[in-house]
T-cell receptor, first 112, second 114 residues
Framework: DAGVIQSPRHEVTEMGQEVTLRCKPI?????LFWYRQTMMRGLELLIYFNNNVPIDDSGMPEDRFSAKMPNASFSTLKIQPSEPRDSAVYFC??????????FGPGTRLTVT | AQSVTQPDIHITVSEGASLELRCNYSYGATPYLFWYVQSPGQGLQLLLK??????LVQGIKGFEAEFKRSQSSFNLRKPSVHWSDAAEYFCAVGPVGGYNKLIFGAGTRLAVHP
């Protein structure tokens, strides 16, 4: 298996633009997580899905952030409009039931 | 409230030396505890986990950790560090509102001198 796949690996955008981050979980995994990592706040859970259904989105910073999981093999995290304070590394992770969480390589987002 | 503290932000050791990374937690019941490692430009990889039973847990890459309830600690150890162990290490505790929600510590960055 190729592991969790994220795209793009790097994204540079201007303030106010829409940003879409993509994630393909490991086949067969039924949980998917979106995390954000910054120097100031460390690793934060934004939202997680079980069987494509959002279970807990209490970590989503504000309405500018939205996440979808239209099917078991694809999820997106969208920021609209983006702001400089959104600059961070965004990780997607997946797991099967209560098993080990596998992290993707991350997307480094820079908003100028 | 649940929390995880990693007191050391940076640690430097010589190759071949022993290593201990500290992790303290605050949790209302018996926690699930985890150690993850993050190499530069990579995602997090699970080193080991504690759910119950033997308080000394063996993980991958020669790492082990010991759960000490009386000290609310879950320190990570390795008897002899290799240069490839240079990375950032994260302790995590859960479940928070269910198994699949973890709280991560701020991380400890390990540098290894040759």
């Amino acid at each position: 298996d190729a592991g969790v796949i994220q795209s793009p690996r790097h994204e540079v955008t201007e303030m106010g633009q829409e940003v879409t981050l993509r994630c393909k979980p490991i086949s067969g995994h039924d949980y998917l997580f979106w995390y954000r990592q910054t120097m100031m706040r460390g690793l934060e859970l934004l939202i997680y899905f079980n069987n494509n259904v959002p279970i807990d989105d209490s970590g989503m910073p504000e309405d500018r952030f939205s996440a979808k999981m239209p099917n078991a093999s694809f999820s997106t995290l969208k920021i609209q409009p983006s702001e400089p304070r959104d600059s961070a590394v965004y990780f997607c992770a997946s797991s099967f039931r209560d098993g080990e969480r596998y992290f993707g390589p991350g997307t480094r987002l820079t908003v100028t | 409230a649940q929390s995880v503290t990693q007191p050391d932000i940076h640690i430097t050791v010589s190759e071949g030396a022993s290593l201990e990374l500290r992790c303290n937690y605050s949790y209302g019941a018996t926690p699930y505890l985890f150690w993850y490692v993050q190499s530069p430009g990579q995602g997090l990889q699970l080193l080991l986990k504690y759910f119950s039973g033997d308080t000394l847990v063996q993980g991958i890459k020669g790492f082990e950790a010991e759960f000490k309830r009386s000290q609310s600690s879950f320190n990570l150890r390795k008897p002899s560090v290799h240069w490839s162990d240079a990375a950032e290490y994260f302790c995590a505790v859960g479940p928070v509102g269910g198994y699949n929600k973890l709280i991560f510590g701020a991380g400890t960055r390990l540098a290894v001198h040759p």
